[in-house]
């Protein structure tokens, strides 16, 4: 639905369905392989339906966060996606953080990941920005 969102936003997303057949966790085990099987699909045919090759067709800003130790969706899926993105002339802003996994766990990280994403989201649709400024602490700049 090209023309229905203001904007879009991903989070230790997936974005190349065949990529969960090479990496990340899922196949390594007998459920996760029966999970991609039977509800997935095989490889081969994964590829017309993958964001990543369909981001030709995103027309709003996107923004995108990932962790480097991710193992249920690889940061591969993200930069991936983020660089389809830019081929496709899609305003794309993106958050990588190395050492966190599938979501972001280190109370400072969170807090930069949430203030960027409702940044994004004021400039996207409009609002209030965030702040880093703990409710009671004081005034945000």
């Known amino acids: 639905e090209p ?6 936003a991903g989070y230790v ?3 190349d ?4 057949y090479a990496r990340g966790d899922v196949q390594k085990t007998a459920f996760g392989l029966t999970y991609l099987r039977e509800w997935m699909g095989r ?13 030709e067709s995103i027309k709003v800003p996107v923004f995108l966060a990932a962790g480097g130790k991710d193992e249920r969706a690889p940061i591969e899926h993200t930069k991936r996606m983020e660089a389809a993105l830019k081929k496709a002339g899609v305003p794309v802003e ?5 050492t966190e996994g599938h979501g ?3 109370e400072e990280h969170r807090t930069v990941y ?3 994403l409702l940044a994004f989201l004021s400039r996207s649709l409009g609002g209030a920005t965030a702040t880093t400024t703990p409710a ?3 005034k945000a700049p």
């Open 43 to 55: 490889p081969k045919d994964l590829a017309d339906r993958s964001p990543v090759n369909l981001a």
């Open 104 to 106: 972001f766990y280190t």
């Open 13 to 15: 997303g997936v974005y």
């Open 114 to 116: 949430y203030t960027r």
């Open 17 to 20: 369905l065949p990529l969960m």
């Open 136 to 138: 009671g602490k004081g």
């Open 3 to 8: 023309g229905l969102y203001q904007c879009a």
């Open 94 to 98: 993106s958050l990588y953080y190395p």
